[in-house]
């Protein structure tokens, strides 16, 4: 089977000015096509290391990252979603989402195409400042989406959003991701919003990280979270999610 992501024994090192750390040691797993896998681990255990080596921020220390794109010359095969939205304050709405195409030098009519279809066109010449911390957030997501990667990383993406706000956006993204067919990983620290969200969980532990667990949730395709949340099977992903963190 062409898997879309696979990782062979990624390990990497970082320098203090006195010392040599191990922060990932033999990390392996695939991605396949419209998956949408969330890692969550102890605070600190490299999660967020792990997916900047993904995006290309960083370099591994020793293992293999193969790529299976359908075009592995396109100018983003990989689309990067921050903590923070990095809206530029002075630019409106769609000269935000237009900058990744200006820095490509790309034209591209998606622009306007996202903007109707998820309910931003009436926002498109309003600044920042001026939307919800939900809308910021879509925008972000749009700005990602326009440049047609074909996988998203997600770094926490909900972490800066009040509780409310956090569930009405996870729902937001997640039916967003869906509609585009996008192959995603998310980090979280998140018990919850993971198996609320993904099909696949990978379990990390304490710095060196190692995977600890690969869980599947067997949701079907069109249940909501709310949905989710309801069934007894999330709160068993939930308690042993829960379980590996602790041991």
Same mark, same amino acid.
């Given at each position: 089977?062409?898997?879309?992501?696979?990782?062979?024994?990624?390990?990497?090192?970082?320098?203090?000015?006195?010392?040599?750390?191990?922060?990932?040691?033999?990390?392996?797993?695939?991605?396949?096509?419209?998956?949408?896998?969330?890692?969550?681990?102890?605070?600190?255990?490299?999660?967020?290391?792990?997916?900047?080596?993904?995006?290309?921020?960083?370099?591994?220390?020793?293992?293999?990252?193969?790529?299976?794109?359908?075009?592995?010359?396109?100018?983003?095969?990989?689309?990067?979603?921050?903590?923070?939205?990095?809206?530029?304050?002075?630019?409106? @709405?769609?000269?935000? %989402?237009?900058?990744?195409?200006? $820095? /490509?030098? #790309?034209?591209?009519? +998606?622009?306007?195409?996202?903007? !109707?279809?998820?309910?931003?066109?009436?926002?498109?010449?309003?600044?920042?400042?001026?939307?919800?911390?939900?809308?910021?957030?879509?925008?972000?997501?749009?700005?990602?989406?326009?440049?047609?990667?074909?996988?998203?990383?997600?770094?926490?993406?909900?972490?800066?959003?009040?509780?409310?706000?956090?569930?009405?956006?996870?729902?937001?993204?997640?039916?967003?991701?869906?509609?585009?067919?996008?192959?995603?990983?998310? @980090?979280?620290?998140? %018990?919850?919003?993971?198996?609320? $969200? /993904?099909? #696949?969980?990978?379990? +990390?532990?304490?710095?060196?990280? !190692?995977?600890?667990?690969?869980?599947?949730?067997?949701?079907?395709?069109?249940?909501?979270?709310?949905?989710?949340?309801?069934?007894?099977?999330?709160?068993?992903?939930?308690?042993?999610?829960?379980?590996?963190?602790?041991?």
């Amino acid at each position: 089977m062409n898997h879309l992501l696979k990782i062979e024994n990624l390990s990497y090192r970082y320098h203090t000015p006195k010392d040599e750390i191990l922060a990932i040691e033999d990390i392996s797993f695939t991605v396949d096509k419209n998956d949408f896998i969330a890692i969550v681990g102890p605070s600190g255990c490299g999660k967020s290391t792990l997916l900047s080596i993904l995006a290309g921020l960083i370099k591994p220390s020793g293992g293999t990252i193969e790529f299976n794109f359908t075009n592995p010359n396109a100018t983003h095969n990989k689309g990067y979603m921050f903590q923070q939205d990095n809206l530029f304050e002075w630019r409106n @709405v769609k000269a935000n %989402i237009r900058l990744g195409l200006e $820095i /490509a030098h #790309k034209k591209s009519g +998606l622009c306007s195409t996202l903007l !109707k279809k998820y309910g931003l066109k009436e926002f498109e010449y309003k600044l920042p400042h001026q939307l919800s911390g939900g809308m910021r957030q879509r925008v972000a997501l749009i700005r990602t989406l326009v440049l047609e990667p074909e996988l998203l990383l997600l770094d926490e993406p909900f972490s800066a959003l009040d509780y409310q706000t956090r569930l009405s956006v996870q729902s937001d993204v997640l039916n967003i991701i869906k509609s585009e067919n996008k192959t995603s990983i998310l @980090v979280t620290h998140d %018990i919850s919003e993971a198996v609320s $969200i /993904a099909n #696949k969980i990978i379990v +990390l532990t304490q710095r060196p990280s !190692k995977i600890k667990n690969i869980l599947f949730t067997n949701f079907p395709a069109d249940c909501s979270i709310e949905e989710r949340k309801r069934t007894p099977e999330f709160k068993i992903l939930v308690d042993k999610i829960w379980e590996d963190l602790q041991t």
